[in-house]
């Protein structure tokens, strides 16, 4: 079966466009700084983002812990979301193999850390603390429901964080999706950090791949970890091509997969035991909750979801991710929508309700 996959934007695989583009890439080895592709492909990533350079490492999670290692030294502090995907999701790396420590700060519902916790979060000097160096921020904010962090926002936190010789970096796995939202460009939204994260392999539909953007300096040092790393690949110019198409021909597009997004909530809206989340979807995430305490749980509607051919993302026992990307097509909507409804229509019945 053929499954329709909402599960994540990370199930999209490379468009024709792009298996033709990996099938003629010119090569070499990028280790040596050799392969032309991957040069151009960094070269294209740092203009849209305003930086001075940029480098292509395998996944978002070695993006971010690179950039963190080149920021940081052992022994320094952090300062992430509470619902951060470099703090839940990417294993304790930046601690397991930077010796980083982290500050946890609550993420606000539309995903900012407010900036009176920043605030009394800096360390003073004191040889009891660690210092603190960094401050990471997520946009969009994956956990928070897709949400869209403004720049004036991101503006405030980082001359905050200049003013107390603090670094900043952004982590835009989705970077496009929140620049698409706003009708801005990603520039804009990459402006006020130090570095930039961001993916080709989510709604982008390349297969793999990464970009770390700032300075020249800093890139050069992020070179260094990435090797470190066991990051550094040889003839990736296949990779990066896909990359190139994803940057060239796939941004403006985002816009259909937060239309059909707004629709497919519509279609969901009122049916039984479901309610969409508040202001969801913000990008190409709806979040979806059923009755906290109701026997009907996510896990029981996927997997009578997913017999219909179905799939979409439990996160928690109550709360749904539903995520829309290239290879979710009108009828897709549709079909997805039905199913919804007669699941829970079947289930509420079983349940007696
Ligand atoms: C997916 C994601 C990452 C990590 O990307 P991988 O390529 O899966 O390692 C980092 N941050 C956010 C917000 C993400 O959604």
């Known amino acids: 079966m053929k499954f329709i996959d909402l599960r994540s934007d990370t199930v999209t695989e490379p468009t024709p466009a792009m298996r033709e583009a990996m099938a003629k890439a010119e090569v070499g080895d990028d280790v040596y700084g050799e392969d032309p592709t991957v040069n151009r492909l960094q070269e294209l990533a740092a203009e849209m983002m305003g930086k001075e350079a940029a480098l292509f490492v395998p996944s978002g999670t070695m ?20 619902k951060a ?14 010796g980083i420590h982290s500050c946890q700060l609550p993420n606000q519902p539309d995903g900012t850390i407010a900036l009176e916790h920043l605030q009394a979060a800096i360390r003073p000097k004191d040889i009891h603390q660690p210092p603190t160096r960094l401050i990471a921020l997520e946009n969009t904010h994956n956990r928070c429901g897709g949400v869209v962090l403004s720049p004036a926002y991101c503006h405030k936190v980082s001359e905050f964080a200049r003013e ?3 670094l900043t970096h952004l982590d835009g796995a989705r970077i496009f999706n929140a620049a698409i939202a706003l009708g801005i460009s990603a520039k804009e939204l990459a402006d006020p950090f130090d570095s930039v994260t961001f993916c080709l392999s989510k709604a982008l539909c390349a297969p793999v791949g990464s970009l770390i953007c700032g300075s020249r300096d800093f890139i050069e040092r992020v070179r260094r970890v990435r090797k470190q790393l066991g990051g550094g690949m040889r003839q990736v110019g296949v990779l990066a091509a896909a990359g190139i198409v994803a940057l060239e021909t796939m941004i403006d597009r985002l816009a259909e997969d937060h239309a059909r997004a707004k629709r497919l909530a519509q279609k969901l809206e009122g049916a039984p035991g479901l309610k969409i989340e508040s202001g969801s979807p913000a990008t190409n995430m709806i979040f979806a909750q059923l009755e906290s305490g109701s026997p009907i749980t996510t896990k029981k509607v996927c997997d009578a979801l997913k017999e219909r051919g179905v799939l979409v993302g439990a996160i928690e026992p109550h709360r749904f991710r539903i995520v829309v990307h ?3 097509d009108d009828a897709a909507v549709e079909i997805t929508a039905q199913a919804f409804w007669e699941v829970l229509k079947t289930l509420k019945t079983d349940h007696g309700a």
């Open 63 to 82: 993006g971010n812990l690179a950039s963190i290692l080149a920021h940081c030294q052992r022994g320094d502090e952090v300062i992430v979301g509470d």
């Open 85 to 98: 995907h470099t703090f839940l999701y990417e294993a304790g790396g930046i601690s397991a193999l930077g």
């Open 164 to 166: 107390r010789g603090i």
């Open 326 to 328: 290239y290879w979710i």
